[in-house]
């Protein structure tokens, strides 16, 4: 059985930064991808940031620049380092696991979800 589990998540001002966690267990995901999703109350999923194991990232364009994504092979862990938070950018946070090579912006790219931590960004 695969587990994500989250962590990290609070309340922040504007303009602050944040760290979340996501620790992976049940299963090795090296040359797996790792991904974050964020979803707002009455929105849809949205991606946020995705990495191999290798070191290959991309991110949405919303939060390059303000956002790094990394991870700790020897941990299982996925990280997602947040700066220079906008209000915009408060939702519920999701970890997500993928046993592809293929690094995908879309929910249905990931088959592991977390259970999500909440990040709220005041203004």
Known sequence: QVQLVESGGGLVQAGGSLSLSCAASGRTFSNYAM????????????????????????YA?????RFTISRDNAKNTVYLQMSSLKAEDTAAYFCAAAMTLFLGRNP????????GTQVTVSS
């Open 108 to 115: 249905t790219d990931y088959e592991y979800w977390g259970q």
């Open 35 to 58: 991904g974050w999703f964020r979803q707002a109350p009455g929105k849809e999923r949205e991606f946020v940031a995705a990495m191999k194991w290798s070191g290959t990232r991309i």
């Open 61 to 65: 364009d919303s939060v390059k620049g």
